[in-house]
Nanobody
């Protein structure tokens, strides 16, 4: 299995910044894409940003240049730098990874962290 542990959430005022980090561990053969999703109360989980092993990045439109995703393939970590936060960014942020295990190196599975709360006050 793969364990994803997030850190860095918290409470910040509008216009402030937070940095989220996620570390993957376990019997990992390889990780393709890693990314961040978020879910606000009463809403569906949505993509925030995603980066694959080659460095290609997808951002949600609402990021609008405010967030930056980065990844360290050697450490199996992914980070999300969030600037110019607004109350609309308040949500639980989840780390996600598409990974292969040593026990099944030909099968890619989807893994999720437990989530970290981000609250932006106005």
């Amino acid at each position: 299995q793969v364990q994803l542990v997030e850190s860095g959430g918290g409470l910040v005022q509008a216009g402030g910044s937070l940095r989220l980090s996620c570390a993957a561990s376990g019997s990992i053969f390889s990780i393709n894409a890693m990314g961040w999703y978020r879910q606000a109360p009463g809403k569906q989980r949505e993509l925030v940003a995603r980066i694959n092993s080659g460095g290609s990045i997808n951002y949600a439109d609402f990021v609008k240049g405010r967030f930056t995703i980065s990844r360290d393939n050697s450490k199996n970590t992914v980070s999300l730098q969030m600037n110019s936060l607004t109350p609309e960014d308040t949500a639980v942020y989840y780390c996600n990874a598409d990974a292969r295990l040593y026990t099944f190196p030909t099968r890619t599975s989807d893994y999720w962290g437990q989530g970290t709360q981000v609250t932006v006050s106005s």
